[in-house]
């Protein structure tokens, strides 16, 4: 069944108007809460535990999660998903257990204002830069989710329908900043995580139990629908030996260790009201993301034997969609295809928010250091306009969901993750090196990727067919060695340069030491202020 042709298609419509004026409504209502910079860009640092664990939730529960793994699941079972949402989980508990008090303690804005503390200038702004440019790729895939979703829907072209979401969120992020995507993200992981459910219960109730449900599983590509390792039959994504098991620690890694120094994940920690209110609202939202998460992966291989096996091209994006069609009632359907919709926007006005931040905070800041708090909070508004421009223009360009919002924050891994995650807890780590670290993990990543593209990928396992596929997985594969080669460099370069380049002590956003006792998840906190 087409979107288009469903004989409800109007109330889905008339959902999705709703879920659009609320959104604008709740900018508007936020936009009177915004006094300065840090309300605009942290919620003035005081969410409760109930706003701010569905908002670091729905930091990448959104086309990915829902649209994207139901896809890769039909296809690739729970292999495909590796990647989110159990990748994003991993994220969220190691996050929570190593990194959360000291950031907080820190009173960081910006992911970057911890490496250019704790290191330089040089590799703030360049980090800065980096970012910003993977939140661009970030914003441009839910944009394409929500442009194909008008798509079905109404007949437009896809250019339309995502030049609508990009307008939409961006002025209602440019009005209410962190405090609209909040109190929208409460709302959205709400409702979503509701609806999900119900598809769930629905195709229970329809096929009489669960174990009926699971006995139509199956995917396309892969003959173990549930397995999330390797397997004898399938290798992982259909790759073996040494270059299957790189994409699959790659697929733990990009999202397990790429998210944590991603601006949009710290923003929204450092919101939160006090160190343990972060470290809680991590927890909570880690179970939340998996408990819900999973089900839009089920939901995608029971479809194999609902749907039929040989759905392809844009039907597979919407496979999310077809289920409930296929067993809600038309009023719930319109519910929750509004609801996805509003979903994609949740991802897109934090990564629009996460980069205006960091250009302003990392980059305008390092040559204007005494700009006043007014005009910081103009810049980072037009700045925030500028990106929703330049996501929209990669979008045009873009036609992918799953494997371009996951390809952010692979960059972000090979680059930024070992100065980050090392730099926090070994002193010996220096400017020299986390430089070094940046460039030796990106330079390698582009090397190994070309290299296996035309030694093995292309020659050996697609025989110079689909060329589109070839080269995503060509990034994912090189991905994890040139992490690996990131690590290397920061401690042999740190440990070479050591009086050359004498390391910092970690210190907050004042310039004072940051408290390095009691730092993991189930210490006490420094202070409750």
Not at 476 to 490: D, E, G, H, R, T
Request: net charge neutral.
């Amino acid at each position: 069944m087409e979107l288009g042709a469903y004989e409800h298609a109007s109330l889905i419509i008339g959902g999705i108007v709703i879920i659009l004026i609320i959104r604008m409504i709740i900018g508007w209502w936020a936009s009177k809460k915004v006094e300065t910079n840090v309300d605009y860009v942290l919620a003035g640092r005081r969410l409760p535990l109930w706003m701010a664990a569905p908002s670091i939730m729905a930091t990448w529960f959104a086309a990915e999660t829902l649209m994207g793994a139901s896809n890769e699941a039909y296809q690739y079972g729970f292999q495909g998903v590796v990647f989110d949402p159990f990748g994003a989980t991993m994220c969220l508990v190691i996050a929570g257990i190593f990194v959360v008090r000291l950031a907080r303690r820190a009173k960081y804005v910006t992911i970057m204002d911890f490496f250019q503390h704790r290191y330089g200038k040089a590799m703030s702004v360049i980090g800065a830069v980096t970012q910003i440019i993977t939140y661009f790729g970030w914003t441009a895939a839910q944009i394409v989710a929500g442009g194909a979703i008008m798509q079905a829907l109404l007949g437009w072209p896809l250019a339309w329908g995502m030049i609508l979401v990009t307008v939409v969120v961006t002025l209602y992020t440019l009005m209410g900043g962190l405090w609209a995507d909040t109190a929208l993200d409460f709302m959205q992981m709400f409702l979503t995580s509701i609806g999900l459910v119900i598809i769930t219960v629905a195709i229970m109730i329809s096929v009489d139990g669960f174990s009926n449900m699971v006995n139509m599983a199956g995917a396309q590509y892969t003959t173990n629908t549930f397995a999330i390792w390797p397997t004898a039959n399938d290798g992982y994504y259909g790759y073996f030996g040494i270059h299957g098991w790189f994409y699959y620690i790659a697929a733990w890694l990009a999202l397990g260790l790429g998210a944590i120094p991603a601006q949009d994940y710290l923003q929204r920690t450092c919101a939160s009201k006090n160190e343990n209110t972060a470290v809680k609202a991590t927890f909570l939202a880690g179970a939340l993301y998996l408990g819900f998460g999973v089900l839009s992966p089920l939901i995608g291989v029971v479809a194999y034997g609902a749907l039929g096996p040989e759905l392809g091209g844009a039907a597979t994006e919407n496979i999310l969609i077809l289920m409930a069609m296929k067993y809600l009632p038309p009023a719930l359907v319109a519910v929750f295809v509004a609801v996805i919709a509003s979903a994609l926007m949740s991802t897109s006005d934090s990564s629009l928010l996460a980069g205006a931040t960091m250009f302003t905070e990392n980059i305008v800041k390092v040559s204007k250091p005494a700009l006043s708090d007014k005009d910081s909070l103009r810049l980072t508004r037009i700045a925030l306009l500028v990106s929703g421009v330049m996501s929209l223009g990669i979008a045009l360009f873009a036609s992918t969901i799953y494997k371009l919002a996951v390809m952010a924050n692979t960059s972000i891994l090979v680059g930024m993750a070992a100065p980050y995650l090392i730099g926090m807890y070994w002193k010996k780590a220096n400017h020299s090196g986390a430089l070094a670290s940046f460039f030796s993990g990106m330079v390698s990543w582009v090397i190994l990727t070309v290299t296996w593209m035309y030694t093995y990928v292309l020659p050996v396992v697609y025989e110079g067919e689909m060329m589109d596929d070839v080269i995503w997985d060509s990034i994912y594969i090189a991905s994890f060695p040139a992490f690996a080669i990131s690590v290397i460099f920061l401690i042999v370069v740190s440990l070479l340069t050591q009086k050359k380049d004498p390391p910092k002590l970690l210190t907050d956003i004042d310039g004072k030491l940051v408290n390095t006792k009691s730092i993991f998840a189930w210490s006490k906190a420094e202070t409750d202020d």
